[in-house]
Structure formats: structure tokens, C-alpha cells
């Protein structure tokens, strides 16, 4: 007859943190326990850079706001980031309501521009809340420590942490995840957090931080001025809002931003500081062919490759009128005589566009360039 040998009781997670801090920030080593140790590299990495600039454990930390100065700075400088996050933050406001997190919207520097509404918490645990959850206020990993704030940041990933795998004492009534937040350019502009005080450990609020995260950044793009906007998918598939590929193109084809899903999918990972990126280096089809789709609200068009793969897309004209900028509406009667010649030409040549071109002796995305202009112009 087969016998097993008894496991031994597995360490409860708080047990297996605190023999983490033993080991990695007391330097006290327990052989026993190493093995079973679940703490994420990316937290040791943390407490090591927090020990190499002096801080301790047991030292006293103030949640302080930057000067006034400063904070309006900070606010003019993200205030297309704040738009674009609010709905997401009066979203989360109410996915959370019933766990007693939060969410906090953060700069790339990690502090905070904007906070979506508290739950119902109890009076001790409001005063917690409201250290952190304050305009202005610096959360960066150099004033608070170890924390999904400036550990997303760090590592420019989204993250989960837990109690004491924050660094100091006086943060470990806190659990916490965050997600950085990418603008259409591939720079980290900020990250979004969602903490909790003294609450259960939710490790699924990863998934809803990233998630959240790409609507963020998704919103920043679609508000980027560009003249057409391509949702990618790959063909045969479904996918929602926050997953489909964004991709912006002015009126050359030039790129002009593209959310994380699109810089995946086209194999373009950062598009800051990578020079001008054409539609040509992406696309094995002529751009007039895209304005072409845009043109005829196409609900979708496969587009090549130049890798031999095809993604779906759905073309539209995106730019926005200048009005919207505050520019003054003004209408020159050179700009109206060219938009007229380019009209009659396109309606002589029987609204064959490529005919049109040849008889005015310019490309055919010029043609259709011009007559979008001209009908984003129109009252």
C-alpha cells in the first residue's frame, strides 16, 4: 500500500512577506522558508533602491504636496491626461465601491493630478485615504517608498502589492495596483493606481488597473489631432473597445500617434524619438487606397502587411475641425479656389479620383486630402 509524506502547511502570505523583509531588507536568512517565498522580484529591486538612498523601515514619512506653483504646473502640463481619465475614474468610482479601493491618477514624476471619489470607509481609515488621495501630493518611490505608484512607474508594467511588501511600516496598512499610462507618442505620461486601506487582497485589481489603463490611453489618442483613424484588429476576430488598435495618420500618411495595442500589432513598440513614421512603412497599400476607404466609410478593409500578415481596419476621418483649437474661422479665397478646382476636376472626371489627379497633375491622396479639408471646413 502507497503512502504519502504530509506536506507541510503552506506559510500564510503575510508570514511569507514578512520573512521577505527579514531576509531582503534585515538580511536575516530563514533556508526553511526561501523556497516557498512568493515576492516579485520588481518589489526587492524597490526595497534595494529605498535602502541604497538611506531610507528605513521604522523611519517617519509625510504624504507633503508639492507648492502651489508647482501643483498648477503639474495641472496645466497633464490636463489632457485628466480629461481623458475622468470618465475612467467616475467609472471605477463605482466598480470599486464595494471593495473600499479607490483610484488615483498620477504624473510620470508620481504625483497625483486627479483622484476619483472615496468610498464609504471608516474614520480612521478616511484619514489614510485622504493622505494619499489629495491633488498635488508626491507619491513617487523617493517620498513614500515602495508602492504600486512608483513601482509602475519603474517598471513600466502593471503591478500588485500587498501590505508589508510596501516598504515602509507606515505604508502597510495599504494594498494597492497600478498600471502606467502611455500616450499616443509611447512615452509614459503617468500611471493609474487603485488602493485600498487595510483591506482584503484583491490581486484581479491588476487586470482591472491595466485594463483601465488602456481606456486611459486610448482616450488620449482618439483626442490627438490626426486626419484618418485606424482601428486595427486581426481579421476573423472580435475584440472590444479597450483591446481594438488605434492608429493616426495626418494628411502625408505621416503617424501621429497609435495606442499600445496598435504598437504591437505593427511591431512599432515606441514610436518617441523614432523619427517620422510613414503609413508606407507599415502598410503594403498605397495610402490613397486608405483615404479611399475613409472616403466610402468602408465598415472594415484588410490591410497587408509588409510581413505578409493582414490586420483588419476600419478607416475614418478623424481631424478635427480648427474651430475646436480656438483658431480664428477664417476663409481664404485662395484655399476656396483650390478646394473648387479640385471639386470640378473630380466632377468632370465622373468622381474617378485617380483620373482627376492625372488631368490636375497631383497624387491622389493630395485630391483626397484637399476634399476633406474642404468638407471639414463646411459649416
Excluded at 145 to 154: K, M
Amino acid at each position: 500500500m502507497l503512502t504519502s509524506t504530509p506536506s507541510l502547511p503552506r506559510p500564510e502570505r503575510g508570514e511569507l512577506i514578512a520573512q521577505a523583509r527579514r531576509e531582503w531588507i534585515e538580511g536575516a536568512a530563514a533556508p526553511s522558508l526561501a523556497p516557498q517565498l512568493r515576492i516579485e522580484p520588481w518589489i526587492t529591486r524597490s526595497w534595494q533602491r529605498c535602502l541604497g538612498a538611506g531610507q528605513r523601515p521604522h523611519q517617519t514619512i509625510s504624504f507633503d504636496a508639492v507648492s502651489r506653483g508647482q501643483a498648477r504646473e503639474v495641472g496645466e502640463r497633464n490636463r489632457r491626461l485628466a480629461t481623458a481619465a475622468r470618465p475612467v475614474l467616475e467609472h471605477l468610482a463605482r466598480t470599486l465601491a464595494d471593495t473600499r479601493y479607490f483610484p488615483i491618477l498620477t504624473d510620470a514624476r508620481g504625483i497625483v493630478v486627479d483622484v476619483g471619489a472615496l468610498p464609504s470607509l471608516s474614520e480612521s481609515a478616511e484619514r489614510r485615504a485622504l493622505d494619499l488621495a489629495r491633488v498635488g501630493v508626491d507619491l513617487s518611490e523617493g517620498a513614500v517608498g515602495t508602492s504600486a505608484i512608483g513601482a509602475a512607474l519603474a517598471e513600466l508594467e502593471p503591478v500588485w502589492l500587498h501590505r508589508g511588501e510596501h516598504f515602509f511600516d507606515a505604508t502597510s496598512v495599504y494594498s494597492c495596483a497600478g498600471a502606467p499610462l502611455f500616450d499616443p507618442q509611447g512615452e509614459c505620461v503617468g500611471m493609474l493606481d487603485l488602493t485600498g486601506v487595510n483591506e482584503q487582497e484583491r490581486p484581479e485589481l491588476k487586470h482591472l488597473a491595466a485594463t483601465s489603463a488602456r481606456a486611459i490611453e486610448n482616450a488620449l489618442v482618439l483626442q490627438h489631432r490626426c486626419a484618418l483613424l485606424l482601428h486595427l484588429a486581426w481579421p476573423g476576430y472580435s475584440v472590444g473597445a479597450e483591446a481594438m488598435g488605434l492608429l493616426g495618420l495626418d494628411e502625408e500618411g505621416y503617424v501621429t500617434g497609435a495606442n499600445a495595442a496598435a504598437r504591437q500589432m505593427l511591431h512599432q513598440p515606441l514610436l518617441a524619438g523614432r523619427g517620422a513614421l510613414h503609413s508606407n512603412d507599415l502598410f503594403a497599400m498605397p495610402l490613397a487606397m486608405l483615404f479611399d476607404a475613409a472616403q466610402r466609410a468602408d465598415p472594415a478593409l484588410e490591410v497587408p502587411l509588409w510581413s505578409g500578415l493582414r490586420v483588419r481596419a476600419r478607416v475614418q476621418h478623424a481631424g478635427r475641425a480648427s474651430a475646436a483649437h480656438g483658431q480664428a474661422p477664417g476663409k481664404p479665397r485662395l484655399r476656396e479656389m483650390e478646394s473648387e478646382l479640385i471639386r470640378r476636376a473630380v466632377d468632370e472626371a465622373r468622381g474617378n479620383v485617380a483620373e482627376a489627379a492625372r488631368a490636375l497633375g497631383i497624387s491622389r491622396a493630395t485630391v483626397y486630402r484637399k476634399l476633406w479639408q474642404a468638407r471639414r471646413r463646411e459649416p
